[in-house]
């Protein structure tokens, strides 16, 4: 359990962080902290950890030296190969700890293990930190930016493994990222930061409902789309798109049948994190 009572942290005159709040997580869940840069993501990370002063009670169900972390910025000697990188940070060889063997296994780097630090590339050096970090066997584990200057593709696979690694574990994870796609198959809950405040905090579904309704159909603006539009709910949404609200299946059959009358192709969603971020950001 992690409990943030009213955190703040000050960086000389600036304010870089306040709650204003608690936020709890409760043991096992997944939150996807989310916001632009300076919103004050890594800086909360850094305060549960104890890297930064703060106002305010943090409660941790663990002690924060126990909880394992991949921050944004990694550096490992480079006069070494990998293997040996490996082998002085869990303390042993590699073939006597199995659950380093199946991490190498997981994020296929057996090839990487000869090569020199400066020799990786950008996917590869995020997966050698992705192995140090999730085979610590912790009840809290906080992923930083994990993907930050990857390409789409690397992302992808990255997260695809992070999704399927921790789908049957009971870890407490809190990941931040400004990719909200990348979150929407791992978080369960969502914590919005904007100028370090909260803007919300709860369930991916929840936050969903309260800012965009029951379902949001989307689709290219147009002029017969937007004619549709004008006869009901319209949120915000990116440039040159049309999203409508719909508060129940009968309203979203409703509008369904108006695009497929005019052959406008469109897409449903009930749980899009960018959206609801959008709209959340927009009432604030």
């Known amino acids: 359990m992690i409990r943030l009572d009213n955190v703040r942290v000050n960086f000389k005159e600036k304010v870089a962080l306040d709650l204003g709040r608690a936020v709890e997580i409760e043991a096992g869940e997944r939150v996807g902290i989310i916001g632009s840069n300076g919103a004050g993501k890594t800086t909360l990370l850094k305060s ?11 409660t941790l169900g663990i002690p924060s030296s ?25 303390g042993c060889k590699i073939r006597e700890n199995p659950k380093i063997v199946e991490m190498i296994r997981f994020f296929e780097f057996e090839d990487c293990l000869k090569k020199r630090w ?3 590339s950008g996917g590869q050096k995020q997966r050698l ?6 085979c610590r066997d912790t009840g809290i584990v906080m ?5 930050s200057g990857l390409d789409f593709e690397t992302r992808r696979r990255l997260m ?8 049957d574990k009971e870890t407490t994870l809190l990941i931040t990222s400004h990719y909200y796609t990348e979150l929407e198959n791992l978080a369960t809950k969502i914590l919005y930061l904007k100028d370090g405040k909260v803007v919300d905090y709860g369930s991916k579904e929840d936050l969903f409902r309260k800012y965009c309704g029951n379902s949001v159909l989307i689709f290219e603006d147009d002029g017969k789309a937007s004619e549709i539009a004008k006869e009901h709910k ?13 508060t129940d299946i009968a309203e979203e059959l409703e509008i369904t049948e108006k695009l497929v009358r005019n052959r406008i192709n469109y897409r449903r ?4 994190i960018e959206l609801m971020t959008i709209n959340a950001g927009g009432k604030r």
């Open 66 to 90: 126990e909880i394992a972390v991949h921050m944004q910025q990694n550096e490992y000697i480079e006069t070494v190969p990998i293997r040996i990188i490996i082998e002085m940070i869990i």
């Open 234 to 246: 319209r949120i915000l949404s990116g440039e040159g798109v049309i999203a409508l609200s719909c």
């Open 269 to 272: 969603s009930d749980n899009d």
């Open 48 to 58: 549960i950890l104890g890297m930064v002063p703060h106002k305010g009670n943090i």
């Open 129 to 134: 930190t992705l192995i140090l970090v999730m």
């Open 160 to 167: 695809s493994k992070l999704v399927e690694w921790y789908k």
């Open 143 to 147: 992923f930083d930016e994990v993907t």
């Open 118 to 120: 400066k020799h990786l």
